[in-house]
């Protein structure tokens, strides 16, 4: 069936750096959700990708889906401790939703 | 309005038991997934059902079942649980069935335990 690849899988940074998560896929996808999920509580939407090469930003994330739509990525700049969590992309496939593994982002101050 | 909300927040379950977890999906929402998620990985799609129908299985034994009632809430429900049957399990809500156009919003969770 249809996977989801992120990397990496953990990544650990200082307050104030950037931190990225990849996500890829072998085949064509029709679309790229983001989810965030803190420690202990439950995945929470972020965005949807579904346009080639499509950029959306909110406030200090960035999301990209790649030109060929195998591969997106979530840029967070100026990390804070609010953003510890896993970060999880998925595809809607049919009925379903396809997670990758996740990235889980630790900050310290 | 109130979101995705669950119940039992926590249990624990003797292997050979069999569970119910329940779900009401947000006012207005007709359609309910469920999902489990092991710890250290992604949520695993288990069901979804639309306007009382499921509309989609994931690769879960038939120990696993569901069902949607008229208000459109659902239960979960798995026999035979065994120790691997431990984890969060996720409903999840949206307006339809599925596709680009439809949010999808989770509930907390159940916290399943297995001993």
């Known amino acids: 069936g249809q996977q989801v690849m992120q990397i990496p899988q953990y990544q650990h940074v200082q307050e104030g750096e950037d931190f990225t998560t990849y996500c890829n896929s072998s085949?064509?996808?029709?679309?790229i959700q983001w989810y965030k999920q803190r420690p202990g509580g439950h995945p929470v939407f972020l965005i949807q990708?579904?346009?080639?090469?499509e950029v959306k930003k909110q406030k200090r994330l960035t999301f990209q889906f790649g030109e060929a739509k195998k591969n997106s990525s979530l840029h967070i700049t100026a990390t804070q401790t609010t953003d510890v969590g896993t970060y999880f992309c998925?595809?809607?496939?049919?009925?379903?939703?396809?997670f990758g593994k996740g990235t889980t982002l630790s900050v310290s101050s | 309005d109130a979101g995705v909300t669950q119940s039992p927040t926590h249990l624990i379950k003797t292997r050979g038991q069999h569970v119910t977890l329940r779900c009401s999906p947000i006012?207005?929402?007709?359609?309910v997934s469920w999902y489990q998620q092991v710890l250290g990985q992604g949520p695993q799609f288990i069901f979804q059902?639309?306007?009382?129908?499921?509309?989609g299985r994931g690769n879960f034994p038939d120990r696993f079942s569901a069902r949607q009632f008229p208000n459109y809430s659902s239960e979960l429900n798995v026999n035979a649980l065994l120790l691997g049957d431990s984890a969060l399990y996720l409903c999840?809500?949206?307006?339809?069935?599925?596709?680009?156009?439809?949010?999808?919003?989770f509930g907390e969770g159940s916290w399943l335990t297995v001993v």
């Open positions: 999840a809500s949206s307006l339809g069935p599925g596709g680009t156009g439809n949010t999808i919003y």
């Open positions: 059902y639309y306007e009382k129908e499921e509309r």
């Open positions: 998925a595809n809607q496939a049919g009925t379903a939703l396809i």
């Open positions: 085949t064509t996808l029709s679309n």
């Open positions: 990708l579904v346009k080639s090469g």
């Open positions: 006012s207005g929402h007709k359609s």
